[in-house]
Nanobody, 115 residues
Framework: QVQPVESGGGLVQAGGSLRLSCAAS????????MGWHRQAPGKQREFVAS???????NYADYVKGRFTISRDNFNNTVYLQMNSLKPEDTAVYYC?????????WGQGTQVTVSS
């Protein structure tokens, strides 16, 4: 298995929180960066957040201040803590494993935020 595996999606009310997990296929210290993208119905896939092997995080403006990306080097897992969720955050969330050669995408996990 080379693709990362996501978990933690679900249904939540607006204003609520969810934490997504992404299990990398190998040590995340050997991976250039891990990230999250999302795709809402009828829309293009878009960047959400990323974190480098050095621990530098980057966020899309529309999630800044609400979402936090973090990593657990021991368990080779990256997390996306999502707070103050809005209906427009509803999407399939994909984890990315970015290496020097290519990018591996997970299968995605559904996040649905009800109003």
């Amino acid at each position: 298995q080379v693709q990362p595996v996501e978990s933690g999606g679900g249904l939540v009310q607006a204003g609520g929180s969810l934490r997504l997990s992404c299990a990398a296929s190998r040590s995340i210290l050997s991976i250039n960066a891990m990230g999250w993208h999302r795709q809402a119905p009828g829309k293009q896939r878009e960047f959400v957040a990323s974190i480098t092997s050095a621990g530098s995080a980057n966020y899309a403006d529309y999630v800044k201040g609400r979402f936090t990306i973090s990593r657990d080097n021991f368990n080779n897992t990256v997390y996306l803590q999502m707070n103050s969720l809005k209906p427009e955050d509803t999407a399939v969330y994909y984890c990315l494993q970015i290496t020097a050669v290519t990018t591996y995408w997970g299968q995605g996990t559904q996040v649905t935020v009800s109003s």
